[in-house]
């Protein structure tokens, strides 16, 4: 793909229209102290969808909603048969989240276009915003479902442990919108209809800040190993039980997250592919205070930019858990849920922000991504980039997750102009 240069467009995005509509998504599912809970297929998940349908249909784009429920606002270009440039994010939530993390991509990417369209800004490509649905993995474990299957990503044995903890299957939940084992690809867009995919999002990290950079471009989306370590021991009572007779399976947990983050400090540097590891959720059975666990299940999650350390890791911790059973004559089960290799992102894209940050006199930092997004789905069918702007203390998935107003315009100023340059290529 060969970009060519085009003068910048004069046009300003609106930065209190802006704030306006990322404030109204905003307050659907905020709860106490402000955290906000919009779990995929939710309620408050849908009325964001509907939400965000209405504000595209004031903007005059034409809608397409696709089987699962992702959301494409297009606005047509001078060539509407041309590949189009896509751009987005996603809405849904973790549990007591923030605002930003997704929303901020969606509306800003609803803004750039409002204001090309507002403006008369000639586009040869057709531009569209997209919001992709299940992005976060809090409710089935399962992360960037939407943009998945969209890149036609998602395969039969990715579903067999996506499980919420009402004991409900993401593939129950699949079928019913018609997309079973057999079509898993029949949503997967045509890699020759696209041109680019542009995604801007909150950093979720320390960096920017720290660095007192407004922009960052990132280069790479790290990758997580995902899987669930299931011990089985032995519920006895917890008064009559002695210890040295007791098959407790909790303890067992004990000792493997605490060789999870042990494990991890030894891959902390960047210069060794640094890698993170996360049990973020455990389930215990019988789970009363009277009675030895007999059963516990834990949620492991390990990330990094780097595939070789990432499996590394994940080895160690899996062949752990059954050193760990086999110490304490207990059972173990390891149960994959998805396994996912670390994204390069596009470097012509990359340039292409560069050379706008540079016409500007933004400072930036290129920097890789520890988070997974939607854009590492997509790169897989088309050059896909991304625009990091800063978070305050680097807080996400938090109720204090903030990003200053004039950063957020200042990023959506940048994904415009490079809307623009890519759609006239």
């Known amino acids: 793909m060969t970009l060519i240069p085009t003068a910048s467009p004069r046009a300003n995005i609106n930065q209190r229209r802006l704030m306006r509509d990322l404030n109204a998504i905003g307050r659907i599912g905020i709860g106490d102290h ?28 034409k809608i397409h909603i696709d089987a699962i429920g992702n959301i494409f606002g297009r606005l047509d270009g001078r060539e509407p048969k041309a590949p189009a440039v896509l751009s987005g994010s996603h809405l849904d939530t973790v549990i007591h989240g923030g605002k930003y993390d997704g929303p901020v991509g969606v509306i800003g990417a609803l803004e750039a276009v409002r204001t090309i369209n507002e403006n008369k800004i000639p586009i040869s490509s057709s531009l569209e915003v997209v919001c992709f649905i299940g992005e976060e993995s809090s409710r089935f474990g399962f992360s960037t479902l939407g943009s998945s299957l969209v890149a036609g990503e998602v395969h039969p044995k990715d579903l067999t442990n996506a499980v919420d903890p009402q004991g409900t299957k993401l593939e129950h939940v699949l079928a019913s919108l018609g997309i079973t084992r057999r079509n898993l690809t029949s949503l997967k867009r045509a890699p020759k209809g696209l041109k680019a995919y542009l995604e801007l999002h909150i950093e979720q990290g320390p960096i920017l800040e720290a660095k007192k950079k407004r922009i960052g471009l990132v280069t790479s989306i790290a990758a997580p190993s995902r899987f669930k370590v299931v011990f089985s021991g032995r519920a006895d009572h917890s008064g009559t039980t002695p210890m040295e007779m007791r098959r407790d399976a909790l303890v067992a947990s004990a000792q493997l997250i605490e060789y999870v983050e042990k494990v991890c400090r030894k891959f902390s540097s960047m210069e060794k592919g640094r890698v993170v590891g996360t049990v973020g959720a455990m389930k215990i059975e019988p789970g009363v205070i009277n009675a030895v666990p007999g ?29 760990i059973a086999s110490a304490r004559a207990i059972g173990v089960e390891i149960l994959p849920i998805r396994e996912e290799d670390p994204v390069p992102l596009d470097k012509r894209l990359l340039r292409v922000t560069q050379e706008i940050c540079d016409q500007k006199g933004i400072e930036y930092e290129i920097m890789p991504s520890g988070a997974g997004h939607d854009a590492m789905q997509m790169a897989k069918i088309t050059p896909a980039g991304m625009i990091f702007i800063p978070s305050m203390r680097g807080i996400s998935h938090n109720p204090l997750e903030w990003t200053d107003p004039e950063d957020i315009g200042l990023g959506s100023q940048l994904l415009m102009e490079t809307m623009i340059r890519v759609a006239n290529e």
């Open 34 to 61: 402000g955290a906000v809970t919009r779990l995929v297929f939710s309620i408050k998940e849908l009325r964001s969808r509907q939400l965000l349908i209405h504000l595209m249909r004031q903007a005059g784009l």
């Open 295 to 323: 059963k516990t299940e834990l949620s492991i999650d390990i990330r990094s930019t780097t595939a070789r350390s990432k499996d590394r890791v994940a080895r160690m911790v899996k062949r752990r858990a059954q050193e």
